[in-house]
């Protein structure tokens, strides 16, 4: 007995607690790469990070990997976001302590970019900080500036006839993920990713204007916790502040969401 006793203390003082993030959003989103980068950025072993992270192909079914860190485990689950396996996500929700929801900022479905005017230049647009939104521009070019427009702007070209824009299609998807029971309480990060990129919509306003609209809907009620962030999931940009904030929510959701001790 007392062997067991013993053996029960070495495991209770020597064992990490385990918590699983699942990364979705529509397929070309950027998940997988995104993936590739937080592997990269916590492993030991330079062998298995990723060359070129940026060259990946269509994830069908999952990739999943376990990264250590100083007071944690992270396996970090990245299933397809075909439409055909979307289905599939609810099975994950159950085990999971986080949902990382990425939005690729540039893609905007059949909406013509050369209709759509420049934000007028406003005054902080291009911070991100305030209201949970966190950080400021990611991989911004300094001798490029961004195509700035604004989202409102954005969705007008998306209702369009000819448009058949993707941001509505990430709306529809990430209220979907929200109104299911067993992903009520569940702390929720979108990444607006792609931000290296000169045609991006900026975080503000995808902040603004989508994810608000989603989380003061009726199937926003269920996120107990969320912030916007921007990435650049092709540089790495932004990438530990995302993990970094995952960490922190995880920890303080513990009780309603119990780790894996191991």
């Keep these: 007995m007392a062997y067991h006793l013993l053996y029960s203390l070495y495991l209770r003082f020597t064992s990490l607690p385990e918590y699983s993030i699942l990364l979705l959003g529509l397929d070309g989103a950027g998940k997988t790469t995104l993936h590739n980068q937080i592997k990269a950025l916590y492993t030991s072993d330079p062998d298995s ?3 070129n992270p940026g060259r990946t192909v269509p994830t069908v ?3 999943v990997s ?3 860190l100083k007071d944690m485990y992270l396996r970090v689950w990245d299933v397809g976001g075909q439409h055909s396996l979307r289905k599939l996500w609810q099975s994950y929700y159950q085990s999971c302590h986080a949902i990382v929801f990425v939005i690729d900022s540039t893609d905007i479905g059949d909406a013509d970019i050369t209709r759509l005017p420049p934000a007028a230049s406003e005054s902080g647009e291009g911070d991100t900080g305030g209201g949970g939104g966190g950080g400021g521009a990611v991989g911004s070019p300094t ?6 427009r604004s989202f409102s702007t954005v969705m007008s070209a998306l ?3 000819d448009a058949d824009g993707r941001l509505n299609e990430c709306r529809l998807v990430l209220e979907d993920v929200l109104a299911h029971s067993e992903a009520e309480g569940v702390p929720l990060l979108v990444l607006a990713n792609k931000q290296d990129r000169e045609d991006c919509v900026e975080v503000v306003r995808i902040k603004e204007g989508f994810v608000r609209k989603v989380m003061e809907g009726e199937r926003g009620g269920s996120v107990r916790d969320s912030r916007v962030l ?3 999931a092709l540089t790495g ?4 502040e995302a993990v970094d904030w995952l960490c922190s929510r995880v920890k303080w959701n513990k009780e309603a969401r119990p780790p894996v001790m191991r």
């Design 61 to 63: 079914g999952q990739n």
């Design 159 to 161: 209702q369009d006839e």
């Design 237 to 240: 940009t932004g990438v530990k």
């Design 49 to 51: 990070a990723p060359s």
């Design 143 to 148: 001798t490029k500036p961004k195509v700035q």
């Design 66 to 68: 376990v990264v250590t």
């Design 230 to 232: 921007p990435i650049a």
